[in-house]
């Protein structure tokens, strides 16, 4: 019996000499390190507040622009922007009107909402202008060209926290320059506060570019001086109808008859 003792003294004897030693090791082990906190949610948050603030200095900022529109299949034409001193606004868009064949000028001032029509190939007569409503009413879709609300009424919709917009930062589109923002709406309603795509401005609030599904604007030159305020293209005129963005439907009357020589 003896002998058994010893034996079991010299197993044990190892074990409760490593005993002491395993629990220091357990107890000084540090936890390990949890994983870093998603920075997704705060890169958006803080990327809505830059470009809202971007907006706003936009909505101060008065000038006399000259932007590049491109769209897919059409030749690049040059849109010119005004935002006067006084807050009415003027953009000039050829080939705005009748399919790209008339060239119209977008205008609101304190007496209201107009669309004037310019000397071009789909409309030959002298400028003229009609007036669409109030200053701040909507233009009708069907006489809408559209490039004018980056610079006008989607500023509001920018600057608004309210607005169902998710906002994160994105690559400027070739041949833009400026800080540049992807926006898209997170609202169901198929009436979405703005088109949905990339929104450049300089450090001063200077719209840059906007690439949308309606195309492509990018500033051209850098921005004149501000006159106090705009004028119309040319005199308002009650006796004819704003033209519409789309091509005129021939008139089946006036086609010639079939066997007509």
Do not use: K
Request: net charge negative; proline share 12%.
């Amino acid at each position: 019996m003896p002998v058994l003792i010893r034996s079991a003294g010299r197993v044990l004897g190892p074990l409760v000499l490593a005993l002491p030693a395993l629990l220091v090791a357990c107890t000084t082990e540090q936890p390990p390190t949890p994983p870093p906190a998603d920075p997704g949610p705060v890169e958006v948050e803080a990327a809505r507040d830059e470009l809202a603030a971007l907006a706003a200095a936009a909505q101060d900022r008065h000038l006399v622009a000259q932007y590049v529109y491109s769209r897919a299949g059409e030749p690049d034409r040059t849109i010119v922007f005004t935002s006067a001193n006084d807050g009415s606004w003027r953009v000039d868009v050829p080939g705005g009107a009748l399919g790209g064949t008339a060239d119209v000028s977008m205008a609101s001032t304190a007496d209201g909402l107009f669309q004037c029509a310019l000397p071009s190939a789909g409309h030959t007569e002298s400028a003229s202008c009609v007036r669409l409503g109030d200053r701040d009413d909507a233009i009708p879709r069907r006489s809408d060209p559209r490039v004018q609300h980056p610079f006008t009424d989607w500023l509001d919709v920018l600057t608004d926290r309210r607005a169902p917009l998710a906002v994160a930062p994105a690559n400027a589109p070739e041949g833009v320059t400026g800080t540049c923002y992807s926006v898209d709406s997170t609202s169901a309603s198929l009436n979405a506060p703005l088109d949905v795509g990339i929104y450049c401005y300089d450090g001063d609030g200077t719209p840059t570019g906007v690439r949308t599904g309606a195309g492509t604007l990018r500033l051209a030159a850098a921005p004149g001086p501000a006159p106090a305020t705009v004028q119309l293209a040319g005199p308002v005129v009650v006796d004819r109808e704003p033209l519409d963005t789309a091509a005129p439907t021939p008139d089946p009357s006036e086609s010639p008859s079939a066997g007509t020589p």
